[in-house]
């Protein structure tokens, strides 16, 4: 009997009643304002100065290139990288053009570009900018389409595009950072072995976080309770004459500025250790300074209540870069000797 009940009233919620009338009322008011909560179908949001290649020809502006109906759009199928140029040069760009169809061989995506081609891409972009404007390159592939009501992708339906946007690089200084209480997956959980789109909510919602409570980032430990990077990029730190950093374990990118850091520092004769670091190894750290494409070599100038000011490894980490981003032999006067901290 309240079964029937239930379909009674159900039915009857669904008559032209009050009810049914206060619900086309709803629809219609959505409808009114709906223009106002979201840009128009087809039009161009207002974003720095961009242009993408995509469907055989270079567009300006942020070019729509997914619809509702897109497996990458709902169901994250998609892989970047991020390669920079700055100041007339970009440094590591084959690198990032390589982890591009590296990553998406993992998530089972087909490169269609060799990295000559996105290099020759980027060499064509750039041509659509100031010499020395600061851009971000961003390479992606996704998937189209999927089976119906599937989870995976068609592995036949790849598509790409090359967008290239102004971005100004941040100024080297300090910021803030806290623990994060949340954790980097594993390679079991998540395709870490990846630039892909759908890690980042993760490392967002940790910044998101950190940020709630007054800091600018956070560490981020993995499963066992290391800490494997920071929200937004690979961390390192000092101490007693010796840098050191997280080991790369499957939990993290091992990243292409990281890698680029650690070979200069090495070359110039400083010693790099990667190893299992703790979050009380960063709280007594000498220094901390980040490396990652977008804002390249940072100071880290608090962590939770303690000032760090930024050190001398981070300062001739920052000064190697730049030369080698440059291609110039860095002062050999600026090497930090052994046992040197702040």
Known sequence: MARTGARRLAASNLTAGSSHRGYRMDVASLRRTASKRVPALGKTAAFSKTWTFVAGDWHEGNVPIMGPRTHAAWLSSMVFDGARAFEGVTPDLDRHCGRVNRSAESLSLKPLLSVDEWMGLVDDGLKRFDRNAALYIRPMYWAETGPPGGVRHDADSICWCLTMYEAPMRPPVGYSITLSPYRRPTIEC?????????????????????QARGFDNCLMRDMLGNVAELGTANVFMAKDGVVYTPEPNGTFLNGVTRQRVIALLREDGAEVVETTLTYADFESADEIFSTGNFSKVMPVSRIEQRTIAPGP????????????????????????SKGMHS
Not at 190 to 199: E, R
Not at 318 to 336: I, M
Request: with cysteine; aromatic share 14%.
């Open 190 to 210: 998540a395709p870490v072995d990846a630039k892909a789109g759908c890690l980042y909510p993760n490392n967002a919602r940790a910044v998101i976080e950190a």
């Open 313 to 336: 490894f981070y300062q001739r980490t920052r000064e190697l870069y730049w030369a080698f981003a440059h291609d110039t032999p860095a002062r050999a006067a600026g090497r930090v």
